[in-house]
């Protein structure tokens, strides 16, 4: 099993629709837990944190479920711009050793 | 001002030939890293170092040799390289702070290398 799993994608949606985004992980002892975007042909940049409580950073709602190893990704209202590859993270020990899912892609359509 | 720089942007090479990719970073991060993305975008840690010293190494062939001259840097020497060293390299930065945790990492602008 891998470390880290991710939706297969690619999600194609049109604009203003809401998407989620789902993850596991296999490592019970991880202790961080990101979502990063990756534009084509870019790098990837850090979209949020996700708190054990759940977090909201606009028209994005990150959740974790510790005992389900589960992360998830919601967004809301869908722009245009949010078409990237969206990469669940995890930090797998103390060592800051963050581990990437595979991503999924996700194409916002007019 | 860029945070985490890599040189050079695009590395085109004939197979078995030695190559090296520069990383810097001015942020005053702890740690550095060395991230693989193939064809498939599988974004794969390769080595990490914190303040000069290897902490990671995930398996890579020792034809891969990271350097860190010191902790604003980390460059990457490939020797005898293959067609499966094609794909584009990330350098990364964060601290190293084993007792916290959401420390992002910030990424340089990638090294796409094509091996032919």
């Known amino acids: 099993r891998k470390e880290v799993e991710q939706d297969p994608g690619p999600f194609n949606v049109p604009e203003g629709a809401t998407v989620a985004f789902n993850c596991t992980y296999s490592n019970s002892a991880s202790q961080s837990f990101f979502w990063y975007r990756q534009d084509c042909r870019k790098e990837p940049k850090l979209l949020m944190s996700?708190?054990?409580s759940g977090n909201e950073d606009g028209r994005f709602t990150a959740q974790l479920n510790r005992a389900s190893q589960y992360i998830s990704l919601l967004i809301r209202d869908s722009k245009l711009s949010d078409s990237a590859t969206y990469l669940c993270v995890v930090n797998r020990d103390s060592y800051d050793k963050v581990i990437f899912g595979p991503g999924t892609s996700l194409s916002v359509i007019p | 001002d860029t945070a985490v720089s890599q040189t050079p942007k695009y590395l085109v090479t004939q197979m078995g030939n030695d190559k090296s990719i520069k990383c810097e970073q001015n942020?005053?991060?702890?740690?550095m890293y060395w991230y693989k993305q193939d064809s498939k975008k599988f974004l794969k840690i390769m080595f990490s170092y914190n303040n000069k010293e290897l902490i990671i190494n995930e398996t890579v062939p020792n034809r891969f040799s990271p350097k860190s001259p010191d902790k604003a840097h980390l460059n990457l020497h490939i020797n005898s390289l293959e067609l499966g060293d094609s794909a584009v390299y990330f350098c990364?930065?964060?601290?190293?702070?084993?007792?916290?945790?959401?420390?992002?990492?910030?990424f340089g602008s990638g090294t796409q290398l094509s091996v032919l």
């Open positions: 990364a930065s964060s601290h190293l702070v084993p007792t916290t945790t959401n420390e992002k990492l910030f």
């Open positions: 942020l005053g991060h702890d740690t």
């Open positions: 996700v708190y054990s």
